[in-house]
């Protein structure tokens, strides 16, 4: 499999997913502020679309009334059931021996750093003024 440009860092709000159609599959890509993450998006209980579930932090505990946020740790709450899935690994929280979804690998990288393609288009300068679109050719 090869990588395959989805957006721009800006196309998806902190906390939030996009979902993107890459090779046959349903990807949901989540921005957690300072990382990305990819899952698949159906969830395997339902089928529900895991972008559209809530972003959440790890919640443990010592014991009752003792909990802490695991900030690091970041899952997805499929927004049918709320089964939740670790957005690293995609394990499930709900039945982690059996039930996991898969994960991909995601980078962000500068624009100038990608090949350019063979193809080119004619470009025209486009400016605005007093609120009109003006195409220059």
């Not at 989805?6 to 090779?23: G, T």
């Amino acid at each position: 499999m090869g990588q395959h440009i989805v957006c721009r860092v800006d196309e998806i709000p902190e906390r939030e997913a996009k979902l993107v159609h890459v090779e046959g599959r349903d990807i949901a890509i989540f921005n957690l502020g300072d990382r990305f993450a990819a899952i698949a998006n159906r969830c395997p209980h339902e089928g529900a679309d895991l972008c559209r579930g809530k972003v959440a932090a790890f919640v443990s505990a010592d014991g009752p009334g003792q909990y802490m946020m695991e900030e690091e740790r970041v899952m997805v709450r499929c927004p049918w059931h709320g089964w939740e899935f670790d957005l690293k690994n995609g394990q499930s929280y709900c039945d982690p021996r059996r039930m996991r979804v898969k994960s991909f690998e995601v980078n962000v990288t500068d624009g100038s750093a990608l090949a350019e393609g063979p193809y080119k288009v004619e470009v025209f300068d486009v400016s605005t003024e007093d609120k009109y679109v003006i195409l220059t050719i």
